[in-house]
Each structure stands twice: as structure tokens, then as C-alpha cells.
């Protein structure tokens, strides 16, 4: 893993290096060492427990792992200049979503907080939420929001996706349409880590499984 | 700069969702206020010699008030972690949320504060004394808090800590605000006192946003 050339560094997409996590005397991971290639799509599985959500929160520069370093692009993530870190999205358990505001005003949100250049009517249309734009975020079922969190990731057009189990919540439709999204992206060249259960979903040649 | 309109437009909608924590701190500004007349002797003389102190220590309370849901709900519903890892500076990020905070928490606050003011006697000609040194001293106080509040992200019920780390770093404020607005019911110069308030404000809005973004990082970590 070492004699990764670093001079490359830049099409190197996520580069993880010697990653430990200590939760007090309990080490949950340690010299973790792995890098996601520019469309390629990595697993993160593991029991419940194992630190899933932990490792893509310190993937996505959230939290600070207790050893080791994580790179995109050749920079470490913790120090990505403000600009730069529109290139990773991070979902997590959290839709990020507001309840007092609508679907319309959510997205339009994320629009201009990113500056993104999509419409928020494609988003809405792909997401099936269309008929529910002026709907408050609170009157939305659970796979809405869901779906509504992923639809502000995917406006926002960032190379990096880092999905905490993406499909939870979701109907067999959102779900084939969560799956070909990560998938598509990946075609594009842009990479996703993906922690899920349901490994075999998203398994294809090139694809990394990071077993915790 | 379209963020940070984007911040604080969203932030005032949502505060207007959600009227009661707009509110709560008015109503709480002048029933506190108007408590103490009822507890003292209410003769004119008495009500003058005591109302610019509580006018200031209610509206100082009052702003603690709420306080807490500056980052809470953000950092509850995870759109805060969404915000810091968007290509917002966080700087700018913070600045935003202050300032939406500060529109929906202060102003109206400074706007009922004549109107406490005229109920305990004040001279006419404190009155814009009064204002232009609530609004000088209301911006520096809401970033003090943005602090306090960012620091105890991490506490399930911060309110009382946040109260407990704001207070003594918020009494200079206290201290040239009422000074402020007691020269001007004496009808002596008020520079000195305003000036040392807008040093205040300046500084605090300077240094501020550094300081709470650090606390956020760690907060949401």
C-alpha cells in the first residue's frame, strides 16, 4: 500500500492510510489501509457495531481518526480549502433536511449553498416528489426524506459520494433508483463509499469491499 | 456571498415556522421588566433611578433565552454537518447563522425596548441613546453566544452552561450599555461609553466567527 506512487496522488481519488479508531480501551479498527480509484465504488461492511458510520464520517473529514491519514485527491481531507470540499458528500443517518421548510425550499437550498448548476425541477422530477414540491419536510414519509436527502446530494455534483446505508427506508423503486445513481456515478468517474448490509446490491468487477 | 444570503434567508424562515422561540424571549423581556415595579415602590423617582439597570439586565436575560437553538437544531436534524462540509467557508457560514439569529432575536427586542423605557420614566432624550446602544451591544452579545452555544453543542441540555460562559464575558456590555443610556437621561455626552461599545462590537464580530467555527468542528465530530 505504501509504495503507492504519491505522485499521482491526484487521480488517486480516496487514499486511506494506517486508519485506527480507539473508542477508550476498545479498538474498533486499526491499519486500515485502502484507496478508492476514480470510478470505483467501495463497500464498507461489517456487523452492526463495527465502526461503519465512524469510518465514513472520518472518510468524509467529520471526525478525527485516532491514527492514520485520509487523502482526496492527494490532500488531506481535515485540510481541504473551502472551495475544494464541494467535491465530497456525505450522507449519513441525518438526512439534513429542515421540517419547517418545504421540499422546494430544501432543495433550492442546497442549490445555492453549493452553487450548484441543476435544476431543482429535473431533481425533484427524478425523485419522484414532483406533485409534492410545496409539501412541508415534516408531512414527508420516511423513504421521502430519504430520497429528498440523497436528491440534495445528487444536485450538488460532487465526485466523492460517501452514502451511509443509502437504502434504508427506501420502496424496492427508490432503492433500484438510489442503486443506479451510485452506479452511474461511478460510470461518470467519480467514486462512492458506500456502507451497507446488502453487499451483493451494489457488487460488480472493480468493486472494493472494506470488511470492518 | 449568495450562501450567505441563502443562510440567512433560510434561518428567518425557519425562526417564522416556528414563532414561539421568537417570541418566548419578548414576552419573557417585558414581564421581567414589569415585575419589578410591583416588587418596589412605584413612585416616578424610584422607577427613574432603577429602569435603566433592569432594562438592560432583562434584555441582556431575555437574548440568553433561546440561545441554545442557534446550532441545536441544525446539529439535531444533521443539515449543521451538511453546512460544514460545503464549500462555505465556515467563517462566512458562522457570520450568517449570527446574523439571522441577531435579526430575529434582537431586533424586535430593540424595538420594544422604548416602550419599556417610556413605562419607567425614561427622559425622552435617552431614548436614542438607549437604541443606538442596544444595537451596538446586541451584535457583539449574540456572537458571544454563537460561542457558548457552539461549545456546548456537544451537552444534551447546555442552556443553563451556555448561561454560566456568557454572562461574564457579556458585563462589559452591561456595564457601558447602561452607562451609555444613564448619561443620556443626564443629558451629559454619551461618546465614551458608545464608543467603547462599538470597539466591542467590532472585535467581537472580528474574532468571533474564527472561534465558533472551531467549536462547531469539534462539536460535530
Known amino acids: ?212 | 456571498m449568495s450562501a450567505f444570503a441563502a443562510i440567512v434567508v433560510r434561518d428567518l424562515k425557519l425562526a417564522f415556522r416556528r414563532p414561539s422561540e421568537v417570541l418566548n424571549p419578548l414576552f419573557f423581556f417585558v414581564i421581567v421588566a414589569s415585575l419589578f415595579p410591583l416588587a418596589l415602590e412605584p413612585d416616578e423617582a424610584s422607577l427613574r433611578t432603577i429602569g435603566i439597570g433592569v432594562l438592560w439586565v432583562s434584555a441582556l436575560l431575555a437574548q440568553l433565552l433561546g440561545l441554545d437553538g442557534l446550532f441545536r437544531h441544525d446539529a439535531d436534524d444533521g443539515s449543521l454537518e451538511q453546512l460544514m462540509l460545503s464549500p462555505v467557508p465556515h467563517g462566512v457560514l458562522v457570520l450568517a447563522k449570527i446574523a439571522a439569529h441577531w435579526i430575529v432575536s434582537s431586533l424586535p427586542l430593540i424595538a420594544l425596548a422604548p416602550l419599556v423605557a417610556v413605562a419607567f420614566r425614561l427622559p425622552d432624550g435617552a431614548l436614542p441613546t438607549l437604541v443606538a446602544a442596544l444595537l451596538l451591544a446586541t451584535p457583539a452579545l449574540s456572537v458571544l453566544s454563537a460561542v457558548g452555544a457552539a461549545l456546548t453543542l456537544g451537552i444534551r441540555h447546555g442552556g443553563p452552561i451556555i448561561g454560566l460562559l456568557v454572562l461574564p464575558l457579556a458585563s462589559p456590555l452591561l456595564i457601558f450599555g447602561a452607562r451609555a443610556t444613564d448619561l443620556a437621561a443626564y443629558g451629559e455626552p454619551t461618546a465614551g461609553p458608545l464608543y467603547l461599545l462599538a470597539a466591542l462590537a467590532v472585535f467581537a464580530i472580528s474574532v468571533g466567527p474564527i472561534a465558533v467555527a472551531a467549536a462547531l468542528r469539534v462539536g460535530v465530530e
Open chain 1, 1 to 212: 500500500m505504501t509504495a503507492e506512487p504519491r505522485g499521482s496522488a491526484a487521480d488517486a481519488g480516496l487514499d486511506a492510510h494506517g486508519l485506527a479508531i480507539w473508542r477508550g480501551e476498545h479498538c474498533l479498527f486499526e491499519g486500515l489501509d485502502f484507496t478508492v480509484r476514480q470510478g470505483q465504488i467501495a463497500l464498507v461492511v461489517g456487523p452492526n457495531g463495527a465502526g461503519k458510520t465512524t469510518l465514513l464520517r472520518i472518510l468524509a473529514g467529520l471526525a478525527l481518526p485516532t491514527a492514520g491519514t485520509v487523502r482526496w485527491r492527494g490532500e488531506e481531507v481535515r485540510a481541504l480549502p473551502a472551495e475544494r470540499r464541494g467535491e465530497i458528500a456525505y450522507r449519513g443517518h441525518a438526512d439534513g433536511l429542515k421540517r419547517e421548510l418545504t421540499v422546494r425550499e430544501n432543495l433550492e437550498f442546497c442549490r445555492r449553498v453549493w452553487n450548484a448548476a441543476a435544476r431543482t425541477d429535473d431533481v425533484a422530477t427524478e425523485l419522484r416528489l414532483d406533485a409534492r414540491l410545496d409539501v412541508h419536510g415534516r408531512h414527508l414519509s420516511a423513504g421521502q426524506r430519504r430520497r429528498l436527502g440523497l436528491g440534495c446530494l445528487k444536485l450538488v455534483g460532487a465526485r466523492l459520494w460517501i452514502l451511509d446505508e443509502p437504502t434504508t427506508h427506501l420502496d424496492a423503486a427508490g432503492r433500484d433508483l438510489v442503486l443506479d445513481w451510485i452506479r452511474r456515478h461511478a460510470d461518470d468517474g467519480g467514486c462512492a463509499v458506500v456502507a451497507t448490509h446488502q453487499p451483493d446490491e451494489l457488487t460488480r468487477p472493480g468493486t472494493l469491499v472494506i470488511e470492518l
